[in-house]
């Protein structure tokens, strides 16, 4: 089956670090891209981290400096080392991946869109004295 | 960075009625464009891609339209199981950033 289950949420102080893991299963985390999305209570959802199959990464301005994305491919998780933590981390932090998904545009051309097809259920980061 | 904006931010409707959600990107993304559905409490489920692609499993009531800055999400009968929130998603940045809209809201009238 083919699914993400995050682990790592905890109630942590301002300034302090965590750091969340993103466990893949039915399918490989290296070949693909994959993100970290976020979502404060009762807020929309927040992109916040990628890393390319090829292991170059990417971040929201919010977090940039601050938060690091990586992956262990003989465990096949993903993880997301969060530093300096705020009061406005505070999220549900899901896990994503990126699929290619493919669509024919005329004859003998595919595009390829990339969209969030496999989610998480979500681990809690609460920043709090 | 390209900004999502979505319109309504919540809507009320009936089982049966047809349901159009608006999402307007700040600058062309040609049609790099999804389209995510989340019920209280659970992760997001993926209904669009590419602006107007069904997502295998979705059903055909859910559609998709649109390009360059403006795309609709349209429900042609809504059914009890689609009152959720639903978000507009952009993947036409390259490094890609893949933002998000702010979510619109659909309840039961």
């Known amino acids: 089956e083919v699914q993400l289950v995050e682990s790592g949420g905890d109630l942590v102080q301002p300034g302090g670090s965590l750091r969340l893991s993103c466990a893949a299963s039915g399918f490989t985390v290296s070949s693909n891209y994959m993100n970290w999305v976020r979502q404060a209570p009762g807020k929309g959802l927040e992109w916040v981290s990628v890393?390319?199959?090829?292991?170059?990464?990417n971040f929201a301005d919010s977090v940039k400096g601050r938060f690091t994305i990586s992956r262990d491919n003989s465990k096949n998780t993903l993880y997301l080392q969060m530093n300096s933590l705020r009061a406005e981390d505070t999220a549900v932090y899901y896990c994503?991946?990126?699929?290619?998904?493919?669509?024919?545009?005329?004859?003998?051309?595919?595009?390829?869109?990339?969209?969030?097809?496999?989610w998480g259920q979500g681990t809690l980061v609460t920043v709090s004295s | 960075d390209i900004q999502l904006t979505q319109s309504p931010s919540s809507l009320s409707a009936s089982v049966g009625d047809r349901v159009t959600i608006t999402c307007r990107a700040s600058q062309s993304i040609r049609n790099y464009l999804n389209w995510y559905q989340q019920k209280p409490g659970k992760a997001p489920k993926l209904l669009i891609y590419?602006?107007?692609s069904l997502q295998s499993g979705v059903p055909s009531r859910f559609s998709g339209s649109g390009s360059g800055t403006d795309f609709t999400l349209t429900i042609s009968s809504l059914q009890p199981v689609d009152f959720a929130t639903y978000y507009c998603?952009?993947?036409?940045?390259?490094?890609?950033?893949?933002?998000f809209g702010q979510g619109t809201k659909l309840e039961i009238k």
């Open positions: 890393i390319y199959s090829g292991g170059s990464t």
């Open positions: 590419g602006a107007s």
């Open positions: 994503a991946r990126a699929a290619k998904l493919s669509v024919i545009a005329g004859r003998d051309y595919t595009e390829l869109y990339d969209a969030f097809d496999i």
């Open positions: 998603q952009q993947s036409y940045n390259n490094p890609y950033m893949y933002s």
